[in-house]
């Protein structure tokens, strides 16, 4: 078990899970997360799309990273995304009409997501396909569980169901202010605080071990 946690595998995968998640630790992915979370089917289909992108797009990029010329190496990045964009964008529309119609613009805007952009250039530019792939699947998957936490929350409070199922009590009273702007920013900001603090009380068992650690060398000497 040692050796998978100490592998580059299992890093670059929890990067994007967790250690820099894209939402909570670089603040990416920011207006999506906000303006799509008020119903659950809009949060998975924003965020397989999104994983798609980023994971076809680390393919692509790190495949022909040898043969990008520096100085367009923006310029390749867009076109590549908005290639993958607008197949997902096709796709939601031929068989998700419905939620195509909901969050519609919102897919377009995927090309101008800063977690696609900034994977490509921090990561599948200087690295090869198998750790490229990884590294999109952690961070798509990252940001889509973040939507979907969101979106639970957002949609349960806000219409009393979630993907149309009834989960809360016939006597309950929608929360409209959930599904709104404001219920949006309440939800991050308390996931935010949530994230933020597991992270700082792992950083501090962590330095307690280490410092334990170099103690027992210290005393074996």
């Known amino acids: 078990m040692s050796k998978i946690t100490q592998s580059k595998s299992y890093k670059v995968l929890m990067d994007g899970l967790w250690n820099d998640h894209p939402v909570c630790s670089m603040i990416l992915g920011i207006c999506s997360s906000l303006a799509i979370t008020n119903k659950l ?3 998975i289909v924003m965020g397989l799309g999104v994983t798609f992108c980023l994971v076809c797009t680390a393919v692509f990029i790190s495949a022909m990273r040898n043969f990008i010329p520096s100085h367009a190496r923006m310029i390749v990045y867009m076109i590549v995304i908005a290639s993958f964009v607008i197949i997902v964008d096709r796709f939601i529309k031929a068989y998700y ?18 977690i696609l952009m ?23 998957l ?4 973040t939507l ?6 957002r949609e349960s409070f806000g219409f009393g169901s979630i993907l149309g199922m009834r989960v809360m009590p016939q006597n309950w009273t929608n929360w409209v202010v959930m599904v709104m702007a404001p219920g949006a920013f309440f939800v991050l900001s308390l996931y935010l605080w949530i994230y933020k603090t597991l992270r700082s009380v792992r950083v501090e068992r962590k330095s307690v071990v280490n ?7 210290r005393s074996k000497k």
């Open 41 to 43: 089917e809009n949060a």
């Open 97 to 114: 009409p419905d939620i195509s119609e909901a969050i519609g613009p919102y897919i377009g805007l995927i090309i101008t997501n800063c």
């Open 118 to 140: 900034g994977r490509a250039e921090a990561f599948a530019i200087k690295n090869g396909i198998f750790y490229s792939v990884l590294d999109g699947i952690g961070y798509g």
């Open 142 to 145: 990252g940001y889509t569980y």
């Open 148 to 153: 979907v936490v969101f979106s639970v929350i």
């Open 211 to 217: 410092k334990g650690h170099d103690l027992l060398l």
